[in-house]
């Protein structure tokens, strides 16, 4: 072991002699290139590291110009790029939308390639669909509100998934449509008033508030107000000096007359049929028909009715069975429709957007320029982004009220 020793240190002395032209330097002459090395090896080790982790995180790391399961976007310009294996070649695209069309993958990403890269595939000619998003909201930016459709003065708007804030719930309110329709809004539902059922419920002289027909039309329509239909009236019944067809009343609870007894009305209902004769403890000894009047689905009392408002807002059920209707609420202004709709404006949270399905399987994706887009079929949710997203069920109605965009079809994506 001394040997070796001794051998080993009078090799160091013949080294630093040559290199440093002294046996015995103050530290080994290798030292300093050692340590150099090693901190060359550990930045070279850091800086692969960090492309790694960037890659990792952004998925664009090593990207393959002729990966068919993203879209390719030029470093400087941003310009995008969809590699169809069919023709081997790389195609411009119109817009973000088309090109998760176009891609192969179910989960297609965006990812950054260098122009040389790029370079090196030959150019195909532009695809997509004019006219389709450039950008789409995150699935955690969907809108899963209801939707409500506002009016202010003569203007509508239409709230998408966002609902209106404060105001009240007025028990009745009176309204003309601009077709000149005046109708009961009572209990979430609108009614056809005619001036002699208006009359007979004792609002002879109220003026209807004018709103347009895009308001009323999306309020859940109900029957029209009109009196029950009495068979055999004025015919003899069983309670003598009591004809068919009378209203009777004991000052809290209505009935009407019928050829075996007296069957039970709403206040509204014996309004509508005419005066009510008060017949006071009578009334609880009458014999009762077998008979029962069809129900007529209309309110069943005789609603208060809100005066002026300045506002009112309906805010829809998925199933269109109910609304929610609210007088003074405050809402947000909205802009224009990009294209023909019967609503004036239209309101969808900056970046935001909603995935709807207004009836069977149709999938409308809304985007916050207040347009909708028919998507060709479910299958298309997990390569638009949205997975695991299940569609909001709206009313069709107010779907339409959007302007549509083109269809979202991978098909039509790969046309020139």
């Known amino acids: 072991m001394h040997e070796l020793d001794s051998h080993r240190f009078a090799v160091q002395r013949v080294v630093a002699a040559v290199v440093t032209h002294d046996p015995d330097p103050p530290r080994p002459p290798l030292r300093r290139g050692t340590l150099t090395a ?20 952004t998925g664009n790391a090593w990207t393959d ?10 470093r400087v310009t941003g310009a995008r790029y969809v590699f169809l294996p069919a023709d081997g070649r790389l195609h411009p695209v119109l817009n973000y939308t088309s090109g998760l069309l176009l891609t192969r993958g179910d989960r297609p990403r965006l990812r950054t390639v260098r122009a040389e890269k790029l370079a090196e595939v030959p150019l195909g000619e532009p695809l997509g669909i004019p006219g389709a998003p450039d950008s789409l909201p995150a699935a955690a930016d969907l809108l899963t509100g209801q939707w409500s459709v506002c009016v202010a003065g003569t203007e509508t ?6 609902p209106p804030t404060g105001g009240s719930e007025p028990d009745g309110l009176l309204v003309r449509d601009g077709s000149g329709r005046t109708q009961l809004i009572a209990g979430g539902r609108r009614f056809a008033l005619p001036d002699r059922a208006q009359r007979a419920l004792g609002w002879f002289g109220e003026r209807p508030w004018p709103v347009p027909a895009a308001w ?5 329509p109900g029957p029209e107000i009109a009196p029950p239909v009495i068979s055999d009236t004025g015919a003899l019944s069983v309670i003598a000096g009591r004809p068919v067809g009378q209203v009777l009343t004991d000052g809290n609870q ?11 009305l709403t206040p509204v209902q014996a309004r509508l049929l005419g005066s009510a004769v008060t017949i006071g403890a009578e009334f609880r000894s009458l014999p009762a028909s077998a008979r029962r009047l069809p129900p007529d689905r209309l309110p069943p009392r005789i609603p208060r009715l ?15 069975s109910h609304a929610g209707v609210r007088v003074d609420a405050t809402f947000p202004r909205g802009v224009r429709p990009a294209g023909p709709s019967p609503v004036d404006r239209v309101h969808v949270g900056r970046g935001r957007g909603a995935l709807v399905s207004p009836a069977g399987d149709t999938v409308h994706l809304v985007t916050d320029a207040g347009m909708r887009f028919e998507l060709a079929g479910r299958e298309l949710l997990g390569r638009l982004g949205y997975p695991k997203v299940p569609p909001l069920r709206v009313p069709e109605r107010l779907v339409r009220y959007l302007p549509a965009g083109p269809a979202l079809d991978p098909i039509r994506a790969g046309r020139a």
């Open 38 to 57: 090693l901190a060359g090896v550990l930045v070279a080790a850091l800086a692969l590291g960090a492309t790694a982790a960037y890659g990792l995180f």
């Open 216 to 220: 009323t039309d999306a309020v859940p």
């Open 157 to 162: 708007t239409l709230l998408v998934g966002s």
């Open 306 to 320: 809100s005066a002026g408002p300045s506002s009112a807002c309906v805010t829809l059920a998925g199933d269109n």
């Open 65 to 74: 110009a002729t990966d068919p399961d993203a879209i390719l976007q030029e």
């Open 254 to 264: 209505f009935a009407v007359v019928l050829r075996d007894g007296i069957a039970p």
